[in-house]
């Protein structure tokens, strides 16, 4: 896979000395949708700030396509556009000149079968000659999707492109963004979400206290979310796994009273059967079995626990 | 390499949001020249008389047009980066693949041009009231570039620096007001105790009131070298102080 955005050693100290960012490594591939999960204050939006020139550096490099966002900013820049997370916008401004304005500040010829059709895309187009107070929240927000995808970047920053949208539009929201990176747009979106990431990405990031604690593809994080434990309670103590159930990779509980076995319910053969013929050759008497499912939300917390 | 449709888009955003409000930031300005002119060049005026050839009401066109467009060029400039900045829309300046050179150019070159305007609509309307026989014509418009510039340069400046609307108003009322009406705008200098001419001598407005009337009438009251040389500088300090805040990203970067 190409890599687009490279992060290296990305730190990031505001005046106040407060360090919103410590030592963060990522890439981002070429097309895909990459969710920064992270609750208030984890930095996402810095990160944000920082590689598209908001925010100075503190230490660390930063490429897009290639190019250094401090030594290459212009051609660095050319390829980013950003939504921001608040809605900020010029209030009496009619829409299509203030995406018109934005495609040349980002030093783009003209092209207004351009604009229009994305105007469409986005369904503002007959709302092109409005001034966008006069809009709704979600359609401000399309506004500055809009200004963001004028100068056709090849990279999108969304900072929580569904705050304060209802279940209605957040899906109309999802489905514009799915239909952006089909059109080839890489896609950067934070959220506090966890089923929008789920929904959404490709990649999730889990970002905490300046730090990402976690990056894995969506799909390997569903399948450690579609696990489950199997627990034995025995009533005697165990203290070492009996030779015979080796091939189980059992796990023994703090407290030596249970055995753990993970197992995937989707599987044909889970192998509980076996396991539990196994455990009774070896004279372990059984008090109860139970079964536990972790899922994203859990996966998310322990993780912002232990940090 | 300077990326010139960047800058023009700022250029003419800026002038658009003008043009929307035209008749305001027009009527102010002209009708408190008329009042100028109808108090100082007519009422009082027949009775002063600095200089034996130009009749006052004459001798204070220079002093009220950079009256005006001193108020205005710091007026436009500081809002106008400062009402992206008090909206939030700064973002988008900021993550543009433009340099910080070509920001000042889009900004100041729009409010600079809306003054320089002014000053030559209020030079228009002058007429109405006085004989102005202008014997520099090339240097007059000079003068009042180099003074619509410089002011908005300051204005930018201004504009960075405020958090909030009150100090954006505080700069232009607190000192370029005063400096202007002790700068030279309706007298000669030669009026004052000789203290008070030796404080004039630092106030920037006093060199530039001097040149721009030198290009009215010929005559000024300090040479026209000085006048240029001192406003030159003025500019360069503006520049350096721009410079050095885009390069710490004070106030404008977190
Ligand atoms: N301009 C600033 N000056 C000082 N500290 C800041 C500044 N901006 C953000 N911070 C601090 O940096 C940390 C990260 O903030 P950031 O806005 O990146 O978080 P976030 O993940 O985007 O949060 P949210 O989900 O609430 O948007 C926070 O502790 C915040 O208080
Ligand atoms: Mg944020």
């Known amino acids: 896979m190409q890599t687009i955005i490279e992060i290296k050693n990305l730190r990031k100290i505001y005046k106040d000395n407060k360090v919103a960012l410590d030592d963060v490594n990522l890439n981002i591939f070429k097309g895909e949708i990459i969710a920064l999960l992270g609750p208030n204050g984890a930095g996402k939006t810095t990160l944000i700030s920082n590689i598209c020139g908001i925010s100075s550096i503190t230490s660390g490099d930063i490429k897009v396509n290639g190019f250094d966002v401090v030594d290459n900013y212009r051609e660095a820049r050319k390829c980013i556009g950003i939504v921001p997370q608040e809605l900020s916008f010029e209030p009496f401004e009619k829409v299509i000149n203030t995406v018109n304005f934005s495609?040349?500040?980002?030093?783009?010829?003209?092209?207004?079968?351009?604009?229009?059709?994305?105007?469409?895309?986005?369904?503002?187009?007959?709302?092109?000659?409005?001034?966008?107070?006069?809009?709704?929240?979600?359609?401000?927000?399309?506004?500055?999707?809009?200004?963001?995808?004028?100068?056709?970047?090849?990279?999108?920053?969304?900072?929580?492109?569904?705050?304060?949208?209802?279940?209605?539009?957040?899906?109309?929201?999802?489905?514009?963004?799915?239909?952006?990176?089909?059109?080839?747009?890489?896609?950067?979106?934070?959220?506090?979400?966890?089923?929008?990431?789920?929904?959404?990405?490709?990649?999730?990031?889990?970002?905490?206290?300046?730090?990402?604690?976690?990056?894995?593809?969506?799909?390997?994080?569903?399948?450690?979310?579609?696990?489950?434990?199997?627990?034995?309670?025995?009533?005697?103590?165990?203290?070492?796994?009996?030779?015979?159930?080796?091939?189980?990779?059992?796990?023994?509980?703090?407290?030596?009273?249970?055995?753990?076995?993970?197992?995937?319910?989707?599987?044909?053969?889970?192998?509980?059967?076996?396991?539990?013929?196994?455990?009774?050759?070896?004279?372990?008497?059984?008090?109860?079995?139970?079964t536990k499912q972790s899922n994203l939300e859990q996966i998310f917390v322990e993780i912002l626990k232990n940090d | 390499m300077i990326n010139f449709r960047s800058i023009k888009a700022i250029y003419i955003f800026e002038m658009s949001r003008t043009f929307r409000t035209l008749i305001q930031s027009l009527v102010s300005p002209i009708l408190s020249t008329v009042l100028y002119f109808i108090v100082f060049g007519t009422a009082i005026g027949n009775n002063i008389n600095f200089t034996n050839e130009i009749p006052y009401g004459a001798f204070i066109v220079p002093g009220l047009v950079i009256l005006t467009i001193s108020m205005q060029s710091v007026n436009n400039a500081s809002f106008g980066i400062f009402f992206p900045k008090f909206l939030g829309t700064t973002y988008e300046i900021l993550s543009a693949p433009i340099s910080y050179v070509e920001i000042v150019i889009g900004y100041v070159g729009a409010s600079a041009t809306k003054s320089f305007c002014l000053g030559l609509l209020i030079l228009m309307t002058s007429t109405f009231f006085v004989d102005l026989d202008i014997k520099f014509p090339i240097l007059m418009l000079c003068m009042l570039l180099l003074s619509c510039v410089s002011f908005s340069l300051l204005g930018f400046i201004i504009g960075i620096v405020s958090d909030n609307f009150e100090q954006i108003n505080f700069v232009p009322m607190i000192i370029i007001t005063p400096l202007v009406f002790l700068g030279g705008s309706f007298y000669t200098i030669d009026v004052l105790p000789d203290f008070w001419q030796t404080i004039t001598l630092f106030n920037?407005?006093?060199?530039?009131?001097?040149?721009?009337?030198?290009?009215?009438?010929?005559?000024?009251?300090?040479?026209?070298?000085?006048?240029?040389?001192?406003?030159?500088?003025?500019?360069?300090?503006?520049?350096?102080?721009?410079?050095?805040?885009?390069?710490?990203?004070?106030?404008?970067?977190?």
């Open chain 1, 103 to 290: 495609r040349q500040l980002f030093g783009k010829k003209p092209d207004e079968k351009y604009i229009e059709n994305l105007l469409k895309k986005l369904s503002l187009w007959d709302k092109k000659d409005q001034i966008i107070r006069s809009l709704s929240g979600g359609m401000k927000r399309r506004v500055l999707i809009a200004k963001a995808l004028s100068h056709e970047p090849d990279v999108l920053f969304l900072d929580e492109p569904t705050a304060g949208v209802d279940v209605e539009l957040r899906k109309d929201m999802w489905n514009t963004i799915k239909n952006l990176q089909n059109s080839g747009v890489t896609i950067i979106l934070t959220t506090h979400y966890i089923e929008e990431a789920e929904l959404m990405a490709n990649r999730i990031a889990v970002i905490n206290n300046g730090k990402i604690l976690l990056i894995d593809k969506k799909d390997n994080l569903i399948d450690r979310m579609s696990k489950k434990t199997l627990i034995i309670h025995t009533n005697s103590k165990i203290n070492k796994i009996d030779k015979a159930l080796g091939k189980f990779k059992l796990r023994i509980s703090k407290d030596k009273k249970n055995l753990e076995y993970d197992y995937s319910p989707n599987k044909k053969k889970t192998g509980i059967t076996t396991l539990l013929n196994e455990i009774k050759k070896t004279g372990i008497e059984l008090i109860d079995v139970q």
């Open chain 2, 204 to 254: 920037p407005i006093f060199y530039l009131v001097s040149g721009f009337r030198y290009s009215f009438f010929g005559t000024g009251e300090v040479n026209i070298i000085i006048s240029i040389f001192s406003i030159s500088l003025f500019i360069l300090l503006c520049i350096i102080i721009i410079w050095r805040i885009f390069k710490t990203g004070y106030k404008i970067k977190t």
